[in-house]
């Protein structure tokens, strides 16, 4: 009986023991996981003519952005069935042509979109990343874009929007 208490305690102890690393180890890893968090810098990385790597701040993005990115012929209508005979019942469709006429390439162009009430008054907000439809927006570019919005029924028509 004593020889089986002290395996018992032999046993004990070894997963005690093995507990102990088990949360040393995970201490540790989750330690490098957030100073690897920490190190990643708030830069966004810009692929310029396929070759040559620069480094944009989200500040500077934000500059380009407001500087040479333009959407065209934006509006808000009917998602219509693949047939084209009938909208899709819930859904409206956000589309027009976003330009880069800068001398960069972008992998970030988000456009905002306030749909508003017949009152003027805005219902909802939707962001949607007009680089990423088609990979990165190469300098010059000129690229269509559609997306899909949930569609309320106060929806007057008419809605604000945003580059960023």
């Given at each position: 009986?004593?020889?089986?208490?002290?395996r018992?305690?032999?046993?004990?102890?070894?997963?005690?023991?093995?507990?102990?690393?088990?949360?040393?180890?995970?201490?540790?890893?989750?330690r490098?996981?957030?100073?690897?968090?920490?190190?990643?810098?708030?830069?966004?990385?810009?692929v310029?003519?396929?070759?040559?790597?620069?480094?944009?701040?989200e500040?500077?993005?934000?500059?380009?952005?407001?500087?040479?990115?333009?959407?065209?012929?934006?509006?808000?209508?009917?998602n219509?069935?693949?047939?084209?005979?009938?909208?899709?019942?819930g859904?409206?469709?956000?589309?027009?042509t976003?330009?880069?006429?800068?001398d960069?390439?972008?992998?970030?162009?988000f456009?905002?979109?306030?749909?508003?009430?017949e009152?003027?008054?805005?219902?909802?907000?939707?962001?949607?990343?007009?680089?990423r439809?088609?990979?990165?927006?190469?300098?010059g570019?000129?690229?269509d874009?559609?997306?899909?919005?949930p569609d309320?029924?106060?929806?007057?028509?008419?809605?604000?929007h945003?580059?960023?």
């Amino acid at each position: 009986m004593a020889a089986q208490r002290g395996r018992s305690g032999a046993v004990i102890a070894f997963v005690f023991v093995i507990a102990g690393m088990l949360l040393a180890y995970a201490y540790f890893r989750g330690r490098d996981v957030v100073d690897a968090k920490e190190k990643v810098p708030t830069q966004f990385v810009q692929v310029d003519a396929g070759t040559a790597v620069v480094k944009m701040s989200e500040e500077e993005r934000l500059a380009y952005v407001k500087a040479h990115i333009r959407v065209d012929g934006l509006e808000i209508g009917p998602n219509m069935k693949p047939d084209g005979d009938a909208p899709v019942p819930g859904l409206l469709e956000v589309r027009g042509t976003v330009f880069n006429d800068g001398d960069k390439t972008v992998d970030r162009v988000f456009l905002h979109v306030y749909p508003k009430d017949e009152a003027g008054k805005v219902i909802g907000s939707h962001i949607e990343n007009l680089a990423r439809k088609g990979g990165l927006l190469d300098p010059g570019e000129k690229r269509d874009f559609a997306f899909t919005i949930p569609d309320k029924k106060e929806f007057g028509g008419e809605f604000d929007h945003q580059i960023k």
